[in-house]
């Protein structure tokens, strides 16, 4: 934890890093593959599932339709 605290400070990261050390998330998603990216709306569902490397732009508009949606 002190790695990631450091890293955040010396490259001016403002946003919030979560840490998963105990592998809550991983367990609770039942996760099994790395990397992967779960996108979830403001009602809390999953919506998008990224497993492995690519596909960066199509996450991207993603994120942008999840986010032009109303609340």
């Known amino acids: ?38 996108l979830i709306d403001k009602q809390g569902s999953i919506r998008y599932v990224k497993v492995g490397e690519g596909g960066y732009a199509e996450t991207e508009q993603v994120i942008q339709r999840l986010l032009e949606e109303p609340a």
């Open 1 to 38: 934890m002190d790695a990631v605290q450091r890293y955040v400070r010396e490259h001016h990261i403002t946003y919030p890093v979560a840490l998963d050390n105990d592998f809550a998330n991983w367990n609770r998603f039942g996760n099994r593959y790395w990397p992967a990216m779960y």
